[in-house]
């Protein structure tokens, strides 16, 4: 186990440096510059100045080199729009509240989504199942900028039940968690139900009645943690990505999160902040990727790791 | 001979979409204290389903129709009680305390993800009041008696660490946790290997001597109940056609299906003897024939046979069957109408 994990961060800081180098040129092959927002206010003269000051005037090879090794330090520069701040603070003032948005995301998609699908599968009703497939289906085909946009209109101008801007409380949090939530809640409600149909059916199911289980027992001793297996599956990817950073949520609801910041400065040419947020998030996704993997074998008994 | 259960003209029927399947036909049978009685018959002949009834688990498209089921004399078809909650309720107390059930497959019917600690150990917490680590050291007495080695430390471990012959004895385990009246074996032997098939026989016959349950024993091979039973009913499309003790049927048979599966079993005592299939297939129980179910497969078929079911020819206080051969007007020598 230790063994394996140790490969994968290795294999993980292998990815990184790929990826980091990747970027690096990219980046670079964008046409414009960091400072193309400040030439009407700056001379010729002081944009050399920056230049030279950001290293930007030696060659690419150069530039490269000397970036790898600071980063390899933990010095990843300074922000080129914001000047004189470092990348690593915008980073970590940014990264909570994505984090804090994106689990409770992530709870809601997991605790709604289980939830639904359960109820679809189990329910003797048959109209319990098809509105959870109407809710799941709505959720897979609207794009989450128009679920937002509608939510905002509706429910925060509209009927002004909850505020629109920001994060301060926890009313805040509601309408852009459902909506980073929405599509998870539909994938994972339809698994859930797909496989708990296709667990109730299975040999051990008959055994466990047949011991004198209740069908509460059976359902949640027996039978969810196996229908849980796909959905742990899709669910570890899927929580990287939410801990990421929407672009979109966090512009329509003025979220300060590392999602807007990541994208406003591939807009602006802040190369320093480019390359920081894309191995930071990178680093994240291989960390958690790994942590799913490990929480997967600890579900499943047949799963071993390191095959 | 006390009946500790009985089952009376037990009707099962499934829904599908091509029609209701009538998989059960009317079965009647009784079953006495510390009896072992084999129930044989061929795929489809409704020998396990009539077995799910009894322990109420049919599928959800099963339903049983008409009939009574009584354990120590209490009716517990569904059809007793005034709900399915009812049911429901009273079944939760009797399955794995009273009635428990061997399952076919040891490959599928234990759950992949518990410890077999747990999946062991819950028939006794469902129905003692023993503490868990009372009930651990039952389950870990349990293992021993069914001749898991070591069972301690395998009691920590998954269903996959197990070999299909050990997960069966675990099986078996679960149904003997809690000293159940009735032991019903669904197969036990059909999906192993046939050494492994001889040690669980072995097993569940020295067990037999053991334990006080009366145990029915499915199967569609004649070999393992001949070496275990004492009373044997042959079921053929949804019908019991014949019962009696093992002496009975294998020295005076007198269905010609109990005749032709005779037949098709390799008798060492007779060497040169071909075995002799069976032609044909079974009925179709969407459309059940209205008279014998065997009529299509049957050498000596009488026009009687395939228009009214044959009632039941007693030849002694144990050995019964229903074919028109014995109706008093065949046996008189004249063609019965």
Redesign the interface.
């Known amino acids: 186990m230790v063994k394996y994990i140790g490969k994968r961060l290795l294999l993980g800081i292998f990815t990184l440096f790929i990826l980091a180098t990747i970027t690096f040129f990219m980046s670079k092959a964008m046409p414009g510059s960091p400072f193309a927002g400040d030439t009407q206010r700056m001379s010729q003269d002081q944009l050399d100045a920056l230049n030279e000051k950001y290293g930007l005037d030696r060659p690419i090879g150069e530039q490269y080199v000397t970036y790898m090794s600071n980063a390899i330090h933990g010095d990843f520069g300074e922000s080129l729009t914001r000047r004189g701040t470092p990348v690593n603070e915008i980073i970590a003032t940014s990264m909570p509240v994505t984090v804090k948005l994106g689990l409770t995301a992530v709870v809601i998609a997991l605790v709604v989504g289980i939830g639904l699908g359960t109820a679809a599968a189990l329910s003797k009703h048959k109209w319990v199942n098809n509105v959870v497939m109407f809710i799941s289906t709505i959720g897979v085909s609207l794009p989450s900028f128009l679920f937002a946009l509608l939510l905002l209109l509706f429910v925060g101008v509209y009927l002004r039940l909850l505020p629109t801007v920001g994060l301060d409380t926890p009313l805040h949090y509601i309408m852009p968690a459902f909506s980073l939530a929405l599509y998870p809640i539909s994938m994972i409600s339809r698994l859930t139900r797909s496989s708990l149909i296709e667990v109730m059916k299975?040999?051990?199911m008959?055994?466990?009645?047949?011991?004198?289980?209740?069908?509460k027992t059976i359902i949640f001793?027996?039978a969810l943690?196996?229908a849980m297996?796909p959905v742990i599956t899709y669910a570890g990817p899927m929580i990287a990505f939410m801990m990421t950073g929407s672009f979109i949520v966090e512009s329509l609801f003025s979220i300060p999160g590392i999602g807007r910041e990541f994208v406003s400065s591939i807009s602006t040419r802040d190369y320093s902040m480019i390359m920081a947020v894309t191995i930071f998030l990178g680093a994240l996704m291989i960390v958690l990727n790994i942590l799913s993997d490990i929480v997967n074998a600890f579900?499943?008994?047949?799963i071993k790791l390191g095959d | 001979m006390k009946n500790i259960l009985e089952i009376r003209n037990l009707q099962t029927e499934f829904s599908t979409e091509q029609g209701a399947v009538q998989a059960v036909r009317g079965v009647s049978i009784t079953l006495g204290e510390k009896e072992v009685l084999g129930i044989v018959g061929e795929s489809g002949s409704g020998k396990s389903q009539t077995m799910f009834s009894v322990m109420g688990l049919l599928s959800a498209n099963g339903k049983i129709t008409s009939g009574e089921i009584l354990l120590n004399g209490e009716d517990i078809s569904p059809l007793a009680f005034t709900s399915e909650k009812e049911y429901e309720k009273r079944m939760e107390k009797l399955r794995g305390n009273d009635m428990a059930m061997i399952f076919q497959d040891p490959m599928t019917f234990l759950n992949p993800v518990l410890r077999i600690d747990t999946q062991l150990m819950e028939p006794i917490l469902n129905h003692t009041n023993l503490s868990k680590e009372e009930a651990r050291k039952q389950a870990i007495e349990l293992m021993r008696k069914v001749g898991i080695p070591s069972p301690e430390s395998r009691m920590k471990q998954y269903p996959h660490q197990f070999s299909g012959g050990m997960r069966q004895r675990i099986i078996i385990a679960m149904a003997l946790a809690c000293n159940p009246q009735v032991i019903i074996a669904d197969e036990p032997t059909t999906a192993l290997d046939v050494t492994i098939q001889a040690q669980v026989l072995d097993l569940i016959s020295n067990l037999k001597h053991e334990i006080n349950s009366s145990i029915i024993m499915i199967t569609h091979d004649l070999g393992v109940v001949a070496s275990i039973c004492d009373r044997i009913a042959i079921m053929y499309g949804g019908k019991i056609v014949e019962v009696g003790t093992d002496e009975d049927i294998f020295y005076d048979p007198k269905h010609p299906y109990t005749i032709g599966l005779l037949s098709c079993v390799h008798n060492p005592e007779e060497e040169s003897k071909e075995l002799k299939p069976i032609p044909g297939s079974p009925p179709d129980l969407l459309d059940p024939p209205k008279g014998c179910p065997f009529v299509d497969r049957c050498e000596k078929a009488m026009k009687i046979c395939k228009e009214q079911m044959p009632s039941v020819s007693v030849f002694s206080n144990t050995h019964e069957c229903s074919c028109w051969l014995h109706h008093e007007m065949a046996l008189k020598g004249g063609d019965v109408k």
């Open positions: 299975q040999d051990y008959v055994l466990a009645k047949s011991k004198g289980s209740s069908s001793k027996h943690k196996n297996l579900i499943d008994p047949r």
